[in-house]
């Protein structure tokens, strides 16, 4: 089962009560009644030195915001601002920051929210049911910079930098069969989780990358899931980690077939509203470097057509030190005569002279292919090493 909970929510009202006297407004408060949510009943309303005081919408919506981030599961505010339609403007106030926040939303698994008081003067009470605490979010943004520090090289483009993440996920993470973890800090701290944890590790990991992420909720094959939106060179698609990890785990395995899919292939068996999300219309090719043939020369040595395994890894030397950063989309594989980009992953040595080319997809069998290494490739000290660019083909043999 591919299970994902949906948010809930009470709203549990005290009725502002208002008698009109000949010109003469006089307000009375009401007490609240007992109300239910999962079994315990709701909010008793106490004063407390450290309420907060809203005096506009806007001051509502930034103190929700700030209880929300730190995962408050209990508080009152007291709102000093239009009464007149209060239960809606509460209402929408909560819908719109959980709207703009893909990761909070579905961090919460329920609440709700009463009031009393008097015309223009109540304090509001908020409940609240999150999935983690704030030292488990913290403990989640720490280990998400950690594991990027690893796995993301500079030399990295979008494309190389959501596909690793991907495959780190559905590496390290297993599906959660007992459906009862349901957040990216059970995916990191236990190594299990729900489809809800798969894409908060997505959103966090993407989104701290620099690639704009949202997590979308529906239903896959019928049951409620959730998965990514993932927005590569301004178009989006969508990424499914879950779908794309065995069930039961198998070390190693990693799959494909969610891998940055369009709205008409992932409606195939997922089912989501698509007026709430962005568009994605697009079948997605890696993004190819730019090539012009030109800028590039032949190698001094017959190199060309050199027979080689399909899991071959390269490493080119430098004679000098090389700026890591300089190596950003100057060294790639063709398939030999396209702009037809073959996804790899540079690492550079602890000395900084050997950049080794490596892949997690195999060459094709009876493939031709071409290494391009552009020459603006600079020394750590901004000096260049290359005289020329180069290119080296190869086939693959078996």
């Known amino acids: 089962m591919r299970n994902h909970k949906r948010i809930s929510k009470v709203i ?33 309303y106490s004063a407390s030195i450290d309420e907060k005081t809203a005096y506009s919408v806007e001051d509502l919506n930034s103190i929700l915001i700030k209880q929300f981030q730190q995962r408050e599961k209990n508080f009152t505010v007291r709102y000093k601002g239009d009464t007149s339609n209060l239960k809606s403007l509460i209402g929408s106030t909560i819908d719109g920051i959980l709207k703009s926040d893909d990761y909070l939303q579905s961090c ?20 609240l049911s999150f ?19 690893d796995i993301i090289k500079v030399s990295m483009n979008d494309d190389q930098k959501e596909k690793v993440i991907h495959d780190y996920i559905v ?17 990191l ?39 990514n939106l993932v927005k590569l060179n301004d178009i989006w698609y969508h990424l499914d980690c879950t779908w794309d990890d065995p069930v039961p785990d198998v070390m190693g395995r990693i799959g494909y077939n969610y891998f940055n899919l369009n709205d008409s292939t992932i409606l195939k068996d997922h089912v989501f509203v698509k007026a709430d999300y962005p568009a994605s219309n697009h079948i997605y090719s890696a993004k190819s470097p730019i090539i012009v043939e030109k800028e ?14 399909a899991t071959k890894e390269w ?19 063709c398939k030999k005569g396209t702009s037809v980009y073959f996804p790899i992953i540079l690492q550079l040595s602890e000395d900084k002279k050997t950049v080794r080319i490596i892949h997690n997809k195999p060459f094709e069998l009876g493939g031709n292919y071409t290494i391009y290494i552009n020459k603006n490739i600079n020394g750590i000290y901004g000096n260049a090493n290359l005289e020329a660019s180069v290119k080296r083909d190869f086939i693959i043999s078996n």
């Not at 590039?296 to 395994?309: E, M, R």
């Not at 490493?315 to 594989?333: A, G, H």
């Open 108 to 127: 919460i698994n329920s609440y709700q929210f009463g009031y009393k008081g008097v015309r223009n003067d109540v304090t509001i009470s908020f409940e």
């Open 189 to 227: 701290k236990n190594g299990t989780t729900v489809c809800s944890g798969y894409a908060q590790l997505a959103y966090k990991m993407l989104n701290e990358s620099g690639i704009e992420t949202k997590i979308v909720v529906g239903t896959g094959n019928g049951e409620d899931h959730a998965w």
């Open 12 to 44: 549990w009202i005290l009725s502002l009560i208002l008698i009109l006297e000949t010109m003469n407004l006089s307000l009375i408060s009401v007490k609240s009644s007992a109300a239910q949510l999962s079994g315990n009943s709701v909010l008793e």
């Open 296 to 309: 590039f020369v032949g190698l001094t040595k017959p190199y060309k057509d050199t027979a080689v395994v």
């Open 131 to 149: 999935y983690t605490t704030k030292i488990q979010e913290d403990y989640v943004n720490l280990q998400v910079t950690a594991i990027l520090k």
């Open 171 to 187: 590496t390290h993470v297993a599906y959660d069969t007992t459906l009862s973890r349901f957040s990216a800090y059970e995916a």
């Open 315 to 333: 490493n080119i030397n430098f004679n000098k030190q090389v700026d890591e950063v300089s190596l950003k989309d100057k060294i790639f594989i």
